[in-house]
């Protein structure tokens, strides 16, 4: 019973943890170039077992004790492209990512809503500049035209060139504010875009699939709602259990 408990709870914090990420793909359905994430639940010790397993060279069976939430994933997949026609608007069509100066290094972004900061350098919505080739990029006042392939013109001198880069197939970016990525391994250099195209008046919306987040988020309503119903059950058989032990004559 004490078992029964324990995995209830435990399946409760793992989906509460789960429905944190279901809530906030949700709320950013709606931001540019924002990936949503995607998480599961995994039985821990049926984890465990199965590492064992691998170790003794034996069978050991499964053995479920708790629910556990996997570290939530990106999903990198395109969004869909939206005419802004604003000239500093740039949707990334590819695998690519623009490169962004902070006070924490260089991160990477999807996010093409640009402007310009009083020193007419191209920012982010965040703030951050915007780098290319040679740095920050800094376009002045004037008319700003951006080619497919990264060339930032000022009237009609090309000045800089768009650092877009990408990542390999089994590198792992994480989230870290401001809608803003960084590989996980911290040293991982990125390589020259050569499979995404620059799309000048577009941005990319956010790839979150609406629909399917709150399908998700019924379910694991449900899921808590079940486990509230198993706790109460343990508890009802525990007051039971302990109302026959001391009832005289036993």
Known sequence: MIRGLYTAVSGMVATARRMEVATNNLSN?????????????????EQLVARLTAQSGRDLGRLTLANVPQVPLLDLGQGALQATDRPL???????GFLAVDTAQG?????????TRDADGYLTTQAGARVLGEYG???????????DADG????????IDRLQVVEFGPDDVLERVGRNELVPQQRDLQPQPAVATT?????????????????????????????????????????SRAVTEIARPGN
């Open 29 to 45: 359905a709606e931001t540019v170039g924002y990936k949503q994430e995607r998480t599961a639940g995994a039985a821990f010790d």
């Open 89 to 95: 608007d740039v949707a990334l069509e590819g695998p």
């Open 198 to 238: 620059v799309r000048q008046g577009y941005v990319e919306a956010s790839n979150v699939d609406v629909t399917g987040v709150l399908t998700t988020t019924l379910g694991l309503q449900r899921a808590y709602e079940a486990n509230q119903r198993m706790i109460r059950a343990q508890d009802d058989l525990l």
């Open 151 to 158: 060339t930032v013109r000022a009237g009609d001198a090309a």
């Open 136 to 146: 920050p990029i800094q376009v002045g006042g004037g008319a700003v035209t951006i």
């Open 106 to 114: 260089t991160r990477y972004t999807r996010d093409g809503s640009l």
